[in-house]
């Protein structure tokens, strides 16, 4: 059974930082492509970024490019994200899902119920 668990979240200020964690099971990260995506209220989700397991290669939104890094540590099931420069409209619930592709082209299956972020002074 595939789960993603994700933690981190908090409330902090413009230009702060914030580490995401995304715990699964069920599948390794060296066989299925991840990511992750955000919901703010009123939203539709988007995706934030993915990263392919064919290659370890990442893709990211051009809205948190030079701000996000992404990476995991496939022994340990795990996926961060580092999130720098936050600005009040990273606001959202963010999610990490996953499909069973290597690839990261195409819409995903499962996702964690999410951690909140929430940037304001």
């Known amino acids: 059974q595939v789960q993603l668990v994700e933690s981190g979240g908090g409330l902090t200020q413009p230009g702060g930082s914030l580490r995401l964690s995304c715990v699964v099971s069920?599948?390794?990260?060296?066989?299925?492509?991840i990511g992750w995506f955000r919901q703010a209220p009123g939203k539709e989700r988007e995706e934030v970024l993915c990263?392919?397991?064919?290659?370890?290669?990442?893709r990211y939104a051009d809205s948190v490019k030079g701000r996000f890094t992404a990476s995991k540590d496939n022994a340990k099931n795990t996926m961060y994200l580092q999130m720098d420069s936050l600005r009040p409209e990273d606001t959202a619930v963010y999610h990490c899902?996953?499909?069973?592709?290597?690839?990261?082209?195409?819409?995903?299956?499962?996702y964690g119920q999410g951690t909140q972020v929430t940037v304001s002074s």
């Open positions: 899902g996953t499909k069973p592709s290597y690839y990261c082209e195409g819409s995903f299956d499962y």
């Open positions: 069920g599948f390794t990260l060296d066989r299925y492509a």
């Open positions: 990263i392919s397991a064919i290659d370890g290669s990442k």
